[in-house]
């Protein structure tokens, strides 16, 4: 699997960790804990690609960075 930027935070609003790959539009999940959303967003991402792959659409490369403490 590629490597895709997550960023994974705090919602007061719902009461959960919310999880997104800003890289690929629309990748979002949450979780009862920072745990669970890293399990879910990796998930997330494959389906992501896969159904992009499905259905003939660009999958975006990961852009490079340097890793970040969440």
Known sequence: MDKYEVIIYWSDEDGVF?????ELAGC??????R???AENIA???????ETAIEFG????VPK????VPA
């Open 18 to 22: 919310v999880a997104e790959a800003p």
């Open 64 to 67: 490079s960075r340097r890793p």
């Open 43 to 49: 998930e997330a991402i494959d389906l992501w690609v």
């Open 28 to 33: 979002i999940t949450h979780g009862a804990t």
């Open 35 to 37: 745990q669970a959303a």
């Open 57 to 60: 659409n660009p999958v975006p």
